[in-house]
């Protein structure tokens, strides 16, 4: 019995070491975002700079963002145009530039800009023809 409550304990201090935060503010619309991708995008180049544990994290949630805009968007094609190195890069350059921009506000700009270079293309090859 007394190794199940330290082992309980133990999960339970190791899963409350971890910061999750939500916000409500910003540039995200109202909406609620949790985990990683409601730190400042100082957060994100901190943690990429110093090479810590959280950099996974922040890492995987902006994979994770995208992967699911991907998926509900009309245009499936979205992660087609970049790989995940490449959207790592843009999202450290876009957060060192923008240090008290939140992470997911990165993240939906990405998001933003790669529909508007697509629609782009679109145009230009409507207008040629």
Known sequence: MMIRVVMFSAI?????SVPATATETGNDGGRLVIGQGANSCWAWTRSHEAKTA?????????????SGVSWEADDPDTL???DFDGLMAW?????????????????DVY?????????????????RT
Not at 111 to 127: F, W
Request: charged letters at 20%; aromatic letters at 10%.
């Open 111 to 127: 998001r933003n800009n790669d529909r508007a270079k697509r629609d782009l293309t679109i145009l230009a090859r409507v207008h």
């Open 12 to 16: 339970f201090f190791s899963a409350a």
């Open 54 to 66: 959280t950099q996974g994290l922040y890492t995987q949630w902006v994979a994770g963002f995208v």
């Open 80 to 82: 087609t145009r970049m």
């Open 91 to 107: 999202m450290h350059d876009y957060c060192k530039a923008n240090p008290l921009a939140k992470v997911t506000t990165g993240a």
